[in-house]
């Protein structure tokens, strides 16, 4: 089911929260939901939200201010796989910061959130994978978001969290200049040769950032 699907079941009339505002996916979050949920973007960089998006100033991996009283947390912060070249730096905010919102969330009675993983836990090259496939843990990257996985089931367990976990892979939209995607789309704007190398090791998942959201 596609996101506003997911938050419907969830909720009958909704405030959200959402984090990694700026990102790629969250930002065209908040753009549809807006429209009709009350709608709270948390963000490190105020100059990167709409004029017309409430949004508070926060790190997941830093300071984080008191959360208002929300209905839902969609919880997008984090680094991708090629964020960065310290593989210390996806602990730090891809696990560490899952905790601490989850942990203000706790303080602020915030029991209902949804989580943004990924389909890179099952390894490269993998097509129609179950749930319940093995993962393969090859890189810091794939290990942050595990360890947010497994700490988003210690809350939902433990503390009485509601939490789904989004795996998806290879979205793609207007707004990311990158990517397997990207690169054969200006190909074929440039005119150049459009080059898919044909071998069972080279497919791979890809969706549309509008189908995630609502379509």
């Excluded at 839902?72 to 696990?95: C, K, M, Q, W």
């Excluded at 949804?114 to 090859?138: H, M, Q, R, W």
């Excluded at 990517?179 to 890809?206: C, H, T």
Aim: aromatic residues 10%.
């Amino acid at each position: 089911s596609n996101l506003i699907k997911l938050i419907l079941k969830t909720c009958d009339q909704m405030k959200l929260l959402v984090t990694g505002a700026s990102g790629f996916i969250a930002s065209e979050v908040i753009r549809v939901l807006k429209n009709s949920f009350d709608v709270i973007a948390l963000t490190r960089n105020k100059n990167k939200i709409d004029k017309d998006t409430k949004f508070i100033v926060g790190d997941v991996s830093g300071k984080l201010p008191k959360l208002p009283k929300v209905d839902i947390i969609l919880h997008f912060a984090g680094i991708t796989s090629i964020g960065s070249d310290d593989p210390f730096e996806y602990f730090r905010v891809n696990s560490l910061g899952t905790y601490n919102i989850l942990n203000k969330a706790s303080e602020a009675k915030i029991k209902k959130i949804v989580f943004s993983s990924t389909a890179d836990v099952y390894g490269p090259n993998k097509l129609n994978v179950k749930e319940e496939e093995p993962l393969k843990l090859i890189s810091a990257y794939i290990e942050s978001k595990v360890i947010a996985e497994n700490i988003c089931r210690y809350f939902s367990h433990h503390l009485g969290f509601k939490i789904a976990i989004l795996r998806y892979s290879g979205v793609y939209g207007v707004n990311r200049p990158k990517g397997f995607i990207y690169s054969l789309f200006q190909n074929a704007i440039k005119n150049m040769p459009i080059k898919v190398a044909s071998s069972s090791e080279n497919q791979f998942d890809s969706i549309y950032i509008n189908d995630v959201v609502k379509n």
